[in-house]
């Protein structure tokens, strides 16, 4: 593919906005090496699918010569960011970020030639900001600024309660782009109010404003957004397995959209994969296609064909893996997976059971459902989700 064809598909292939596309478009074809920033909160320990799909976008650009700046939010993510959150978000414990974000490098090094990656911790320039500096920045907005954004208008009018911390968080990830000079922010559509705070912050210290790539957002297993808060993620760290079976899961109107966002295969290839879905065909042929896809780009090509293997052998056999997962315990059966991180938090696992997703396994493939959350743990077998199983033993 030649050169202007990449920057081509950099610009369009799963992007719903670019602040200035025109502009943007001749920087790159100018050929100058560029910093192209991207910032990450460690809310979590998983890197997930959903952020992949920037980290790939950066991966293009970084094959085409400009530098990339990746941010861990270690002070932003202490605070929270309430972009996308209906209610007010906690603020972590600064252990908690600095053990969420341990492998963050390792994880994105799945993507990106990490040798090659400009790195930064937010603290070395948030954390020692002046009182004076931070009412410097926030005399760039006014309030309506902040109160005019959709989810924090509709908590106000909704008479809940927003703190002064959630509209300081703009400031902090703009900031960011003055202090690392960005020439591009890159995120998904839901930061599109904070990377529009860094070009207003950039163009106060007399910099030139960044450019911004807006990226569509992919939605979960659930079919909200894919968010670690909610427990609906695919991560990079799943096993191989795991990661076929959650592809798997997801709901056909999904197949077409992973294509595009998740994989890189040729929009050529979306096109055919998508005119058969339209013929009728079968689909999850094109979703087992899919799956072995996402595991080979972050596990290689025998991996991917094992798990392909070993979800056709389990979930249409109706055989219980081999490898299956013990955990030993007893008490309250939620938390003791919620411990072993089987299920992601015990909201996750109340849902779970409140959409008859677990499953106790007895003789000749019987099934009886677990309908109570305090369920306690007794040794067995147990189907959760459509994909994971567990022994639990004393």
């Known amino acids: 593919m030649d ?36 910032g990450i909160d460690p809310t979590s320990p998983n890197i997930h699918l959903g952020r992949a799909t920037v980290i790939w976008k950066l991966r293009e650009l970084q094959d085409l010569g400009h530098t ?3 941010i861990l939010g270690d002070f932003t993510g202490v605070i929270g960011d309430t972009s996308d959150k209906e209610s007010e978000r906690p603020m972590l414990l600064r252990e908690t970020v600095e053990q969420n974000l ?18 930064h911790r937010n603290t070395e320039w948030l954390e020692k900001l002046t009182y004076r500096e931070v009412t410097e920045h926030a005399e760039v907005f006014s309030l309506s600024d902040f109160i005019s954004r959709e989810n924090i208008k509709i908590r106000l009018d909704a008479g809940k309660r927003v703190s002064l ?58 079919g909200r957004k894919m968010s670690s808060s909610w427990g609906n993620t695919i991560n990079l760290t799943d096993t191989p397995n795991d990661m076929f079976g959650k592809v798997m899961s997801l709901r056909d109107e999904l197949i077409i959209k992973y294509f595009v966002h998740v994989t890189r295969i040729p929009m050529e290839r979306v096109s055919e994969y998508e005119a058969a879905l339209g013929r009728g065909e079968n689909p999850r042929d094109a979703k087992l296609d899919l799956a072995q896809e996402i595991v080979s ?3 290689g090509k025998e991996e991917a064909k094992s798990a392909r293997e070993a979800f056709l052998s389990t979930f249409q056999k109706k055989e219980i893996p081999e490898d299956i997962e013990e955990i030993k315990g007893d008490g309250n059966l939620g938390a003791l997976l919620k411990s072993k991180e089987t299920v992601s938090s015990m909201n996750d696992w109340r ?20 309908t109570d959350p305090l369920e306690q743990a007794t040794p067995g077998v147990y189907k959760i989700g459509k994909r994971r199983f567990v022994k639990i033993i004393k």
Do not use: C, W
């Open 3 to 38: 050169k202007e064809r990449k920057i081509e598909e950099v610009l369009t292939r799963g992007v719903a906005e670019v602040i200035h596309l025109d502009h943007l478009r001749a920087k790159l074809l100018a050929g100058e090496p560029l910093r192209i920033k991207f």
């Open 102 to 119: 341990a492998s963050y490098f390792d994880q994105a090094s799945k993507i990106l030639d990490i040798s090659k990656v400009e790195k």
């Open 165 to 222: 911390r959630e509209l300081l968080y703009p400031l902090m990830q703009g900031y960011d782009s003055v202090a690392i000079n960005a020439d591009i922010e890159i995120g998904g559509t839901d930061q599109k109010f904070n990377m529009l705070a860094g070009r207003r912050l950039q163009e106060h210290f007399g910099k030139e404003p960044q450019s911004i790539l807006m990226l569509d957002l992919i939605e979960g297993l659930d």
């Open 297 to 299: 780009t972050y596990y």
């Open 351 to 370: 849902r779970l059971v409140d959409e008859g997703a677990v499953k106790r396994l007895g003789e000749g493939g019987a099934e009886e459902k677990i």
């Open 68 to 70: 990339i700046v990746f």
